[in-house]
């Protein structure tokens, strides 16, 4: 999907943790609406989707804040107004709380 008059803006972070979790399926690339997310799926047994996904742990931040960018310009957002819109995207937050958002969210309050 290289087609920016349908892209919908979304989160570099959140899509990089897609990868890292159903990459080796394409599911991030469904998540993109990208039409070779089904050639993935087909074809995951043979790793190769894989290791496409390991290549793309590296360069899909970069792609999509490239993405990002194109679409401001075409419709005249500013990088703040794009990057708070990135945020918004439902399962950004959900991925969100599930991560604390600090080390110390991680400890039991002191007391008692």
Known sequence: MDD????????????WLYVWIVGAYGGH?????????WLKLIFCWTAIPAIVAIVQLFTIR????NKNARYAEMHGL??????AFANWFPADHLMRSMVPSSPGALTPPSGT
């Open 4 to 15: 920016i008059s349908t892209w919908r803006l979304r989160d570099p972070d959140a899509v």
């Open 62 to 65: 970069t792609w999509i804040r």
């Open 29 to 37: 690339d469904f998540l993109l609406g990208r039409s070779i997310a």
């Open 78 to 83: 500013s990088s703040e107004m794009v990057a």
